[in-house]
């Protein structure tokens, strides 16, 4: 009965399961063909031919991408097929020239792609979340565009990928919490993008890191203490230019196999762990411009394999540690900007390899000893400068011939400067300013023709600059200024052709400035000032236009302005003050927008005031006392709102102060006195609110003293003294409380009392109101001023 009812269940099953008909089969095949068209090489070749027509312009290098030439997919540029014929690899870095978006590239047709390589060119526009469908790919780089947005979150949807770089865009902070682990991630960089937030949590679980770069974005944050413990296969790790902060974890030592490690530019503090030594096999240390301090680890002498050491500004205060000299394959170190002190450990002769030694800007002290100088002959750049080192600069100098940057300024060296120095053929750079150096510039230096930049300014150095100074044809800067140099410029100097920088002030120069100097070269900045130079400026200082500084200040030159000032658009600072120039001022200057400062006073010159210094809009300083400058003061110079020094005094001007003035509301500076000037004092001076001093004294000027100067409650002096001001002392001029050097009324036709309230002038130290027509007794309240007043 069993058997029977089993068998019959049986039955009743294969009646309610028919066998599929044919028809379903051939639904079933249909509804599988689309996937396999999809990933056929003509579909792949039209979607890669419609992106390709969407870049703006399709670029030249992919002419081979053509509906025309379909059957040959796997030939086209930067196209590798896998051995179906379908796309594995896309490989546009760099030479493509690609412009546009990846908004009309279809992912889809490229589910088997393994390697995708756009990067080095000038995509914009999002990442695509559809990137996320191709689950093949290993090899992603978008590096060096201009992808902008968040990246997508399905990126991490690539599980087999093993090299992902999206740095050198633009991307923004995406949701984090979305990212999943990606195990079989090796090089991840997301390094020069717009990221801000913390550590970004899911690389802590990409156990298998060799690679990662976060560097130069905004992430914020400690570092957390499971990057130590999970990213162990670390060999890279890059930080640099964020805001990281915190003290660095003594558990930096689990990453035991780092090469190469950048936290430069953050906001790290507290010390460098002395456990940094345990970590073999560093090669580079970059901690640069944080806020460490303390020690530098003395451990560091164990790291056999380091090549570079940075830990530029800092607060680093101890002396260089002389295991320091046991890491023998330095050929980085600088350790600039901090506070260490002390000499430096003679164990630093072992540094046989070191290229660059940067040690500037700290308390270090001592002699450099020539023991130093004898074992760094691979030097390419040495800068001790803004130290305390004392002593000669050892001749052994002369063996650093691989040499390109020698900064030693502002130190106490004294002595004489090497010979040997001359035998530097490679250098580029020498500044041995701010020193104590005494004696002529050795001969040997004028043949260093390589050298663009020559600084030994602020010593004691003595002798003339000789004709082989024209050997130098590479120079760019000659700044010898503050020394007790003497004699004239050779005329081989004009044949500096590269030359943009001369600054010789402060010295005893004498003679002409070569005729030609100037004609060869682009000067930009020209400083002869403090000499005895004599004769007229040459033309051609200023034939090229491109002067923006030119200060000549205290010599002896006479003769007219070289015409070709007026078309120097970019000056900047000009100084003629303190000579014997003449000739008409009228038109020598132009319109100079950048001019901030010009003194033309203690000379000769006539003309008049032009209108055009009224556009020189970055005017802050206007000066051209005692001259014989006539005629009226222009009203343009009230169009000058960054004018804070005005000095006019002792000229042949005329006619009455511009109410305009009144408009120069940063003015700290007026000065017209000793002119023939006329009318009344304006009242809209009462309007310089920053006034220190007001000198309108030996003049013409008539009518009351405005009782609105009372108003310039920062005056420190007010000179209207030998004028012909008739009326009262307005009592106002008593509010004006910080007055202290000078008060001088003197020599007016002024009447009536001195006001009591000149009594709360308790600052001022000389008041003079002789020689008016004051009457009345002296105010008693003057009892309480100062003996002095």
């Known amino acids: 009965m069993e058997e029977w009812m089993r068998r019959e269940s049986q039955k009743a099953g294969m009646a309610a399961n028919p066998k599929p008909p044919l028809i379903f089969l051939h639904l079933l095949l249909l509804s599988i063909l689309p996937l396999q068209i999809t990933a056929s090489p003509a579909t792949q070749a039209e979607a890669l031919v419609k992106w390709k027509n969407s870049l703006t312009p399709p670029p030249p290098s992919l002419t081979s991408w053509s509906l025309s030439n379909l059957n040959s997919l796997c030939n086209w540029t930067s196209i590798v097929c896998d051995s179906t014929g379908t796309v594995s ?97 090796t090089h991840l960089a997301f390094n020069y993008n717009e990221l801000t937030s913390e550590f970004p949590r899911f690389i802590l679980d990409c156990h298998n890191l060799t690679f990662l770069d976060l560097s130069q974005n905004k992430f ?145 002290s ?52 090497p010979t040997g120095v001359g035998r530097l053929k490679d250098l580029v750079l020498l500044d041995l300013s701010q020193n104590q150096l005494s004696g002529p510039i050795p ?24 004709p082989e100074v024209g050997n130098m044809t590479s120079l760019q800067t000659l700044d010898l200024n503050t020394n007790l140099l003497y004699g004239e410029l050779p005329n081989t100097i004009s044949r500096l052709g590269n030359l943009t920088t001369i600054s010789l002030f402060d010295n005893n120069f004498s003679g002409t400035i070569p005729s030609d100097f100037g004609k060869y070269s682009s000067l930009i900045m020209v400083s002869f000032s403090y000499n005895s130079f004599s004769g007229e400026l040459t033309p051609e200082l200023c034939s090229s236009f491109a002067l923006e500084v030119f200060t000549v200040n205290r010599n002896n030159f006479t003769g007219p302005l070289p015409e070709c000032l007026r078309n120097c658009s970019k000056l900047n600072r000009v100084r003629f003050d303190g000579n014997r120039f003449n000739g008409n001022i009228t038109n020598a200057f ?104 007001l000198d309108l004294s030996r003049n013409s000027l008539a009518g009351n003293i405005p009782k609105e100067l009372g108003n310039c409650g920062k005056l420190l002096s007010l000179d209207l003294s030998n004028n012909n001001l008739l009326g009262e002392i307005p009592s106002e001029l008593g509010n004006l409380m910080e007055l202290q050097s000078l008060l001088d009324l003197s020599s007016n036709r002024l009447s009536g009392n001195i006001p009591q309230n000149l009594a709360k002038l308790s600052k001022l130290e000389s008041l003079n109101v002789s020689h008016n027509q004051l009457s009345g007794e002296i105010p008693s309240s003057f009892r309480n001023m100062q003996p002095n007043q």
């Open 220 to 364: 914020n944050g400690t570092i957390p203490e499971s990057l130590f413990t999970n990213l162990g296969k670390l060999e890279f790790l890059n930080l640099t230019d964020n805001s990281f902060q915190g003290s660095l974890s003594p558990n930096i030592s689990h990453l035991s196999k780092l090469k190469d490690l950048r936290l430069g530019q953050n906001h790290f503090s507290g010390l460098i762990p002395e456990v940094i030594g345990a970590i073999f096999n560093l090669q580079m240390i970059e901690m640069y411009n944080n806020s460490l301090e303390g020690r530098i680890p003395s451990s560091i002498g164990q790291l056999k394999h380091l090549s570079e050491l940075n830990l530029i500004m800092n607060s680093l205060n101890s002396t260089i540690p002389h295991e320091l000299g046991f890491c023998t394959n330095l050929t980085f170190l600088a350790l600039s900007t901090n506070s260490l002190i002390e000499e430096l450990p003679l164990s630093l002769t072992n540094l046989t390899k070191i290229k660059e030694l940067r040690l500037s800007d700290n308390s270090l």
């Open 443 to 466: 001969l040997t230096v004028w043949n260093l023709t390589n050298l663009q930049i020559l600084q030994i300014f602020s010593n004691n150095l003595y002798g003339t600059i000789p």
């Open 89 to 185: 690899e896309i490989n546009l870095s760099g030479g493509a020239d690609v412009n546009g978006t990846l908004a009309q590239f279809n992912f889809t047709p490229f589910l088997n792609l393994t390697r995708f390589d756009l990067s080095h060119n000038n995509l914009s526009g999002p990442i695509l979340p559809e990137i996320g469908q191709l689950t093949e790919l290993q090899y992603v780089s978008l590096l060096d565009n201009y992808l902008n947005g968040k990246i997508p979150y399905q990126i991490t949807n690539l599980q087999k990928v093993w090299y992902l770089d999206l740095g050198s865009n633009l991307l923004v902070y995406p949701d984090w919490s979305k990212f999943s682990t990606m195990p079989l991630l």
């Open 590 to 693: 132009g319109v100079h927008p950048n001019l901030s400062v010009i003194y033309l006073g203690d000379n000769q010159f006539v003309g008049e005031i032009s209108a055009e210094w009224g556009e020189c809009e970055s005017l802050t300083d206007l000066q051209m006392y005692r001259n014989r400058i006539s005629g009226k003061i222009p009203v343009e110079l009230g169009k000058l709102t960054k004018l804070q020094v005005l000095n006019l005094d002792s000229n042949q001007l005329f006619g009455e102060i511009p109410t305009v003035l009144g408009n120069l509301s940063l003015l700290l500076k007026l000065n017209l006195s000793r002119n023939h000037l006329m009318g009344e004092i304006p009242r809209s001076l009462g309007n310089l609110s920053e006034l220190s001093n």
């Open 366 to 417: 001592g002699l450099i000893s020539p023991y130093f100088l004898s074992n760094w002959t691979e030097l390419i750049s040495l800068q001790l400068q803004n130290n305390r080192f004392s002593g000669e600069i050892p001749p052994e100098i002369g063996l650093l011939t691989k040499l390109q940057y020698l900064f030693l300024f502002n130190n106490s060296l004294s002595g004489s400067i």
